[in-house]
DNA sequence: AGCCAGGCCCTCC
DNA sequence: GGAGGGCCTGGC
C-alpha cells in the first residue's frame, strides 16, 4: 500500500498531511471520513490509524473499505500491465489504489473541478464544510462533516457564489436540491450497471462524461470507468498514439481506453494521470 | 496585463 | 455532430 500517492493522487480533496517536514512515507494524513476526524499513516504491514472522533475500533473496517484494502492489486496490475508505458507508471507508484469515497462528496467535488485545479477545489470543498456542514469537535483543529444534500441545497446558489465558488455554484445548487428530493439516488448506483450509473449521473446539470467517470470510479465501485482530462488526454496521445488518423472526442478515446484495458481500465486511468500530472506542462 | 486552469453547456453550422 | 465561445475566480 502506498498511502501517500493513493492520498495525494487527486482523487479526495479533504486530506492534509501533518507537519510537512516529516518524509511522505512515514507523514501522517488527517482527513474527515464517515463523519468523523480520522488520522492515518502508512507502518510496516499496515495502516495505523488514530481517531480524534469517534472510535478507532469502529472506524478501522470502514476505513479499510475507503481505502480498497481487499482490492487485488496484483492481480488488477497484471491485467492492466500491457505496455512499457503503463507498467512504468505502475512501477513508480507501486501500491497506489483507487479510493471508494462517499458518492455525494465525490459528485460535489468533481462539479467543482471545472477549470479548477486540486488546491482551489480543495480549498473550495473545504469552505463548504466549514460552512455548512456539521462541526466536529476536535479541540483547537477544529473541522466539519462534509455537508448533506439538505444543507448545501438550503445554502443555495448565491452564499455558494459568495465562498469563492465561481460558475460552477449554478450546477451544484439544482443537484443538491434534486440529491436532497430523492429524484436521484447515489447510493443505488453502487447496484446498477456501468452504463445506466453514467446515463443517470450525465442528467445531472453541471456534469458530463468526464466528472460522471470520476464519481463512477472513486466512490461507485465502477472500476471500468475511465475519465478523460487534459493529463489523461495527454498521456493518451503522447504514449499511445491514440489521435493519429483522426480526431477522436473525448467520449470515444474514454471507449479506446476502455476497451484497450479492459474491467479494471479505471486503475490504468490513475496510475496514467497521477503520473503524467507530476511529470507537468 | 493577459492568459489559462482536472469541464460543461449552448449556439450555430 | 462538432467547432467555438462563455462562464467565476485565482495564480502566474
Known sequence: ???????????????????????????????????????????????????????????????????????????ICRSIDLDEHIRSAMTRYSGMRLLRQDPWECLVSFICSATSNIRRISGNVEEMASHFGRRLANGGD???????????????EQRLRDLGLGFRAKYLAPVARMVADGEVDLFALREADYSDGLETLTSLPGVGDKVANCVLLFSLDKLEAFPVDVWVRRALQEWYDVDRKKKLSDVDQRRWAQDYFGSYAGYANQYLFHSRRLMGR
Request: aromatic share 8%.
Open 142 to 156: 477544529a473541522r466539519h462533516a462534509f455537508p448533506r444534500p439538505g444543507e448545501l441545497a438550503e445554502a443555495g
Open 1 to 75: 500500500m502506498d498511502l501517500p500517492n493513493t492520498i495525494k493522487s487527486g482523487q479526495a480533496f479533504r486530506w492534509r498531511q501533518d507537519g510537512k517536514e516529516t518524509e511522505a512515507a512515514e507523514a501522517w494524513f488527517s482527513g474527515v471520513v464517515f463523519d468523523s476526524i480520522v488520522t492515518i499513516r502508512h507502518v510496516r504491514g499496515g495502516i495505523e490509524i488514530r481517531c480524534a472522533t469517534g472510535e478507532a475500533e469502529e472506524v478501522a473496517p470502514l476505513l479499510r473499505d475507503y481505502l480498497r484494502l481487499n482490492d487485488p492489486l496484483d492481480d
